[in-house]
């Protein structure tokens, strides 16, 4: 699926994925830990948000959410009415460099061709503050498939695997890595990974 597809993809499922979503769960808790590492009245940028109950509902107000689903965004409008909601793509964001303290990636880079990851993981770093934090989904499978009736639908899924991301995020100028292990939207263990954009990248 190239990226017009995963758009309308995610267009077609948004309602049905937002209806199954636990809102609550002890990812939303890494979220809570991440605020507490940022400065006071922080800018936060949420990538992948969908209708933002689960991930931007728990950032500060004013915090942007990003998606490639405008049905989604659509849902977000009324799911977080104050946050600043954005229509774009991972791999080039529309955003100036250094202009967040905190980027958020639930479930969101293993729906973009693993072969772009590494320029996903370089705009997260241009986009982020010196010191600035991430915290997103980490794939621990290697893969790249088209899972049909995914949520009623479709879906694409990519990943290159656990240390090869990993590798990329070190690779792109972030350190101080650490993971967690937390429950996701649809009840499943997942494993995320916290990480600092370096300094003097």
Same mark, same amino acid.
């Given at each position: 699926?190239?990226?017009?597809?995963?758009?309308?993809?995610?267009?077609?499922?948004?309602?049905?994925?937002?209806?199954?979503?636990?809102?609550?769960?002890?990812?939303?808790?890494?979220?809570?830990?991440?605020?507490?590492?940022? +400065?006071?009245?922080?800018?936060?940028?949420?990538?992948?948000?969908?209708? $933002?109950? =689960?991930? !931007?509902?728990? %950032? &500060?107000? /004013?915090?942007?959410?990003?998606?490639?689903?405008?049905?989604?965004?659509?849902?977000?409008?009324?799911?977080?009415?104050?946050?600043?909601?954005?229509?774009?793509?991972?791999?080039?964001?529309?955003?100036?460099?250094?202009?967040?303290?905190?980027?958020?990636?639930?479930?969101?880079?293993?729906?973009?061709?693993?072969?772009?990851? +590494?320029?996903?993981?370089?705009?997260?770093?241009?986009?982020?503050?010196? $010191?600035? =934090?991430? !915290?997103?989904? %980490? &794939?621990? /499978?290697?893969?790249?498939?088209?899972?049909?009736?995914?949520?009623?639908?479709?879906?694409?899924?990519?990943?290159?695997?656990?240390?090869?991301?990993?590798?990329?995020?070190?690779?792109?100028?972030?350190?101080?890595?650490?993971?967690?292990?937390?429950?996701?939207?649809?009840?499943?263990?997942?494993?995320?990974?916290?990480?600092?954009?370096?300094?003097?990248?």
């Amino acid at each position: 699926m190239d990226r017009n597809d995963v758009r309308r993809a995610w267009d077609a499922v948004a309602e049905t994925y937002a209806s199954r979503r636990d809102p609550d769960g002890s990812d939303a808790a890494l979220i809570d830990d991440l605020l507490d590492e940022l +400065p006071s009245d922080p800018a936060v940028l949420d990538v992948g948000c969908g209708d $933002g109950a =689960r991930t !931007l509902a728990n %950032l &500060p107000p /004013g915090s942007v959410g990003l998606d490639v689903s405008r049905r989604g965004l659509e849902l977000a409008t009324s799911e977080v009415p104050d946050a600043r909601l954005v229509q774009g793509d991972l791999s080039t964001l529309p955003f100036a460099a250094d202009a967040f303290d905190a980027i958020t990636a639930y479930h969101a880079v293993f729906h973009v061709g693993r072969d772009r990851h +590494p320029t996903v993981y370089e705009e997260f770093a241009r986009a982020l503050r010196p $010191g600035g =934090r991430l !915290l997103m989904t %980490l &794939p621990g /499978g290697r893969f790249e498939t088209v899972r049909r009736g995914w949520m009623g639908g479709r879906m694409f899924f990519s990943t290159p695997g656990r240390d090869r991301t990993l590798d990329q995020l070190r690779e792109a100028g972030f350190g101080e890595i650490r993971t967690a292990t937390a429950t996701d939207p649809l009840g499943s263990s997942t494993e995320f990974v916290r990480a600092t954009r370096s300094s003097d990248r």
